[in-house]
């Protein structure tokens, strides 16, 4: 199995190559930068990769930036020139603007990294206005089959109108993420003890290498033994605290080594919607990882999944200019809860709960609809089926997730 569909590649150039600025593409270690910068670069007749790890470039890199910049050899066809984890290099962004601002002719750079390039953000040395951000994710069910992405408005009006036909690919390919996670190496390979080993060494990579080069933080160890308390987190609310006593550390300690962790993209947390919700929870988030087949429980990977989906869809959404995305959760003091609540332009727009085996709508959906006075919502289920349900003008849909999933970009 091989898949050479990423959504990102076509945003990347008419965004950011059309319009003269640097693209910047961060995103979790392994999850197909290079292959993705790569792929940009093969149709170009001139072009140049350079990855930070290379004793070569770096000594270019700091004795003459611009010598990183190949001749132009066609009127026609503009250079590319790829600069991998250069934000390992703190002086990355003056550096870039130099180069960028001194160019003789017209050429196109993209920067990769495995940490959010935004980390070393420092007034002097901010490419405001050179730059568009993105963010890419692992695959998602639709990438494993197509590169194209449909707008909120397709989605939702995909959704509502069953064009989204039952497919055993999808199933297959849903079983798969499952089984494997979302990123390339284990999810292409399909061996489960490759992947079990593929991600230890990732895991050891993020914090013993990445975490290292970004904070210079002395407690590695510690911060392994956080690792292995995350996974059984996952769909609940978390407790810094409670981890904080279990790794006998201060409480701002534990938020310190979380934000690195995320800043990584090794974890996110999603925050609650407390907004028109009367007595809602308004601190405690949820927190999911980019690699959910680190996740034993059953129901707890599921949500992560349908988590990481959503996140993907409102982080492209964002980035390509469709709107302010956000994706959250609700939950009031009476413990009523919908896992998620997509956001868009500050106000609710979607909300999705996630079941196992439940095809019934949750009593909560209901609830915050009539709440936020919203007439749509979704619950995405693991097993087969498609339901709309109706409450006078409110509209539930049940359905399940190769179904609903394979339409989010």
């Known amino acids: 199995m091989a898949f050479r569909h990423r959504t990102l590649a076509s945003a990347v150039q008419d965004l950011a190559f059309d319009g003269n600025k640097v693209a910047l593409i961060s995103g979790p270690r392994q999850c197909g930068k290079t292959t993705l910068a790569r792929m940009l670069l093969k149709p170009r007749r001139d072009g140049v990769y350079w990855n930070w790890d290379e004793p ?42 130099g180069i960028y601002d001194t ?43 197509s590169a194209q992405a449909s707008s909120p408005d397709q989605v939702l009006q995909q959704l509502f109108s069953s064009t989204a036909r039952q497919s055993k690919q999808r199933q297959a390919d849903l079983k798969d993420l499952l089984a494997y996670g979302p990123f390339p190496e284990p999810l292409i390979g399909q061996n489960i003890r490759r992947a079990r080993i593929w991600r230890r060494t990732r895991s050891e990579l993020i914090i013993r290498e ?18 292995t308390l995350l996974p059984p987190k996952v769909s609940g609310l978390l407790s810094i605290q409670s981890l904080a006593e279990d790794l006998e550390v201060a409480h701002q300690t534990v938020s310190r080594w979380l934000e690195y962790l995320e800043r990584l993209y090794y974890v996110y947390e999603i925050k609650p919607w407390y907004r028109q919700v009367p007595r809602s929870l308004r601190k405690a988030g949820k927190l999911y990882f980019l690699d959910f087949a680190e996740i034993t429980n059953e129901g707890a ?53 996630c079941k196992l085996r439940d095809s019934l709508p949750s009593n909560a959906l209901w609830s ?18 498609r339901k709309l349900h109706k409450q006078k003008e409110l509209q539930v849909l049940v359905v ?9 970009p």
């Open 400 to 408: 399940d997730a190769a179904r609903s999933l394979q339409i989010f």
């Open 210 to 227: 990445d975490l290292r080069d970004l904070s210079r933080l002395p407690e590695l160890a510690r911060i392994e033994m956080l690792a």
């Open 301 to 353: 990977r599921f949500e992560n999944l349908v988590a990481n989906h959503l996140l993907k869809a409102c982080d492209y959404w964002t980035e390509t200019g469709e709107g302010t995305f956000a994706l959250h959760f609700l939950r009031d003091k009476e413990k009523r809860e919908v896992d998620f609540l997509i956001v868009r332009d500050g106000k609710p727009w979607l909300p999705v709960e």
């Open 56 to 97: 070569r470039f770096r000594r270019r890199w700091i004795k003459d930036p611009a010598t990183t910049v190949p001749e132009r050899t066609s009127r026609k066809a503009k250079p590319l020139v790829v600069y991998d984890e250069i934000h390992k290099d703190r002086r990355w962004k003056r550096t870039l603007k």
């Open 103 to 145: 160019l003789e002719s017209p050429c196109d750079l993209l920067v990769t990294g495995s940490a959010r390039l935004d980390v070393y953000k420092r007034g002097s040395d901010s490419l405001l206005g050179r730059n568009i951000p993105f963010r890419m994710h692992p695959f998602s069910l639709r990438e494993m089959r």
């Open 368 to 385: 915050f609809m009539k709440v936020l006075r919203l007439d749509k919502a979704v619950q995405i289920t693991r097993e087969p089926g």
